[in-house]
């Protein structure tokens, strides 16, 4: 089987794509505009990309062809984001904030969602996520109707008793949702193995 993606459309593009470069961390993004309505929104087109400095990247869509996704039009407005990681108990409210909500609407107030302040940004981070990244807007690429937000990371929340003191991972310990095929897809990561690396 073959696909021509030059000869088929966006949206089976996507399809495609989304369900073969799997599995996917997931961003769920806390923004807020000028006014202080906060908004909560799932990604799977993410990941950490750097250390020097720490650098992550998300692609937020557009609402339809012209208006670009809350998160995007807050992130224009002040710079700054919190990316969350997803245990599986926060699964099915994270994709319950997927909902396009009207301008302004709070998908945490919507959804109860506990927030707690940052400690470098003004942003609040969602209290029961295992990580929480305070973020500030480096860049915004747009391709085509691609856009990409490449954020750098100030300052990281970690559950306690996820990571020993010199940060590394407890075995066992942390278990983040991961996306898998579109649209309605996601693996565990509980069934985790170790590889050791060569010398």
């Known amino acids: 089987m073959t696909f021509d993606l030059e000869a088929i459309p966006p949206g089976d593009r996507y399809r495609i794509l989304a369900s073969l470069v799997t599995p996917r961390p997931i961003a769920w993004v806390t923004t807020q505009d000028h006014e202080g309505n906060l908004n909560a929104a799932p990604y799977s087109f993410f990941n950490v990309f750097g250390s020097n400095p720490p ?41 319950a904030t997927s909902a396009t909500l009207p301008h302004g609407e709070s998908e945490v107030d919507l959804h109860n969602l506990a927030t707690l302040p940052s400690q470098k940004i003004s942003v609040p981070r969602i209290a029961d996520a295992p990580v ?68």
């Not at 990244?133 to 391709?143: A, K, Q, R």
């Not at 565990?188 to 050791?196: K, V």
């Open 132 to 199: 929480a990244l305070e973020c500030i807007e480096h860049s915004t690429i747009e391709i085509g109707t691609n856009r990409l937000v490449v954020g750098i990371v100030r300052f990281i929340h970690v559950r306690e008793g996820l990571m020993d003191e010199k940060g590394y991972l407890q075995p066992g310990q942390y278990h983040p949702l991961a996306r898998m095929a579109s649209p309605d897809w996601y693996s565990r990561t509980s069934d985790q193995f170790e590889i050791p690396r060569p010398d």
């Open 55 to 95: 650098l992550v990247a998300f692609a937020p869509g557009n609402k339809d062809r012209r208006t670009p996704k809350d998160t995007a039009r807050n992130i224009r407005e002040t710079r700054e984001f919190v990316i969350h990681m997803v245990d599986e108990p926060l699964g099915e409210v994270m994709v």
